[in-house]
């Protein structure tokens, strides 16, 4: 992992096309602005492992019992 320090309005940039802007900064609050090409899918992480959970399940279920079906 890279950790770097930034300032309220300093920003960083990923890959020559995504940049990370500190907005504000409360207490322990971090506010960052992100600017990225609308096809780059940006997720908080906890909702990132909900619908890598939700994928997941999917599969197990559905997709165990389509693939089934359609072998048959």
């Known amino acids: 992992?890279?950790?770097?320090s930034r300032k309220k309005s300093e920003a960083l940039i990923i890959n020559?096309?995504?940049?990370?802007?500190?907005?504000?900064?409360?207490g322990e609050q971090v506010k960052l602005g992100i600017s990225a090409p609308k096809e780059v899918?940006?997720?908080r992480k906890?909702?990132?492992?909900?619908?890598?959970?939700?994928?997941?399940?999917?599969?197990?279920t559905d997709g165990l019992d389509a693939l089934q079906n359609l072998l048959k």
Request: charged share 20%; no cysteine; net charge negative.
């Open 1 to 4: 992992m890279l950790a770097l």
């Open 16 to 26: 020559n096309n995504i940049e990370v802007t500190v907005l504000e900064i409360k």
């Open 41 to 43: 899918p940006i997720y």
């Open 46 to 60: 906890e909702v990132y492992m909900q619908i890598q959970d939700s994928n997941k399940e999917a599969m197990n």
